[in-house]
Nanobody, 126 residues
Framework: QVQLVESGGGSVQAGGSLRLSCVVSELTPSKYHMGWFRQVPGKEREGVAADDYDGRRNYADSVKGRFTVFRNSAMNTLYLQMNSLKPEDTAMYYC????????????????????WGQGTQVTVSS
């Protein structure tokens, strides 16, 4: 059973930065496509950044140039570096993993990945 544990959320002023982390507990984390989603109350969960295990990546238009997704060398921790944060980035952020379907495809097609973390709250004040 894959477990995803996020951390790094918090409150920051507009223009600030945060780095989210997601630790994957699985024997072969390098064989999972992974990504970040976010959700605000009353809206659907949306894909933010995708990191396929072969290196393909994709970002939502709203975060391009500000957010960067990457993994550590052991491939067992996924990060989301968020710079130039805006109030509209306020949301619960979720880490996700997919053992088969590419996360880049999942986010583009608005499909559901196989595994979710519990979420970490990011609040950006103006």
């Amino acid at each position: 059973q894959v477990q995803l544990v996020e951390s790094g959320g918090g409150s920051v002023q507009a223009g600030g930065s945060l780095r989210l982390s997601c630790v994957v507990s699985e024997l072969t984390p390098s064989k999972y496509h992974m990504g970040w989603f976010r959700q605000v109350p009353g809206k659907e969960r949306e894909g933010v950044a995708a990191d396929d295990y072969d290196g393909r990546r994709n970002y939502a238009d709203s975060v391009k140039g500000r957010f960067t997704v990457f993994r550590n060398s052991a491939m067992n921790t996924l990060y989301l570096q968020m710079n130039s944060l805006k109030p509209e980035d306020t949301a619960m952020y979720y880490c996700a993993a997919s053992p088969r379907a590419r996360m880049t495809d999942i986010q583009l097609q608005r499909a559901r990945p196989g595994y979710w973390g519990q979420g970490t709250q990011v609040t950006v004040s103006s």
